[in-house]
């Protein structure tokens, strides 16, 4: 079975500074991984995702995430954050044939001022 | 475009009265389709998906119940609410292996 963990529940940052938030995942099979951003009483929306190709992916928002499988990670990262990035993250895996999304639990991302 | 919709986005129930939160997506044939919940402050909890019209998997045994009568639309029922039924339900569809999610409804059982 696949799984999914958020190493960190909260994550404060000043503005204009770098942020990575981090994601593990454990499977014994190939995967696809996802990060979404949820904002306050919004449903989520897809930053960028993992299929295949190049290991580092480029999403909106000016995110960016490193698959690492070796270590099986999947850590997102934005050299410069806004206040408008306060959200909540999740990281989600799924692997070929299957029809759903595993989640982990979130990060709240927090940019102070 | 694919578009998703939920409805109603807030709602009010006391303790015991039946639910109905509908999904409907436009832009695309045949999706898959979820209903999620989520508590206050929590992850989110997968309650039911469905692969085509009249298929319906549940994820967790509990007082709620999902069809599926047409193939756009994806409905989420109860017929005596909880407390612990309150939360944000989250309907989303799937083509491929990514979700895309609707807006949300915002269920308070009192």
Redesign the interface.
Known sequence: AQSVTQLDSQVPVFEEAPVELRCNYSSSVSV?L?W?VQYP??????LL?Y?SGSTLVKGINGFEAEFNKSQTSFHLRKPSVHISDTAEY?CAV?RRG????V????TRLTINP | SQTIHQWPATLVQPVGSPLSLECTVEGTSNP?L?WYRQAAG???Q?LF?S?GIGQI?SEVPQNLSASRPQDRQFILSSKKLLLSDSG?Y?C?WSWG????????T?LTVT
């Open positions: 696809y996802f979404y009483n919004q449903g989520l929306q897809l995702k299929l999740f799924t299957a029809q759903k999304l989640f982990g639990q979130g | 898959n979820y929590r992850g989110l997968l998906y692969v998997s944000f989250l989303a292996y990514e979700q895309y999610f609707g807006p949300g915002r």
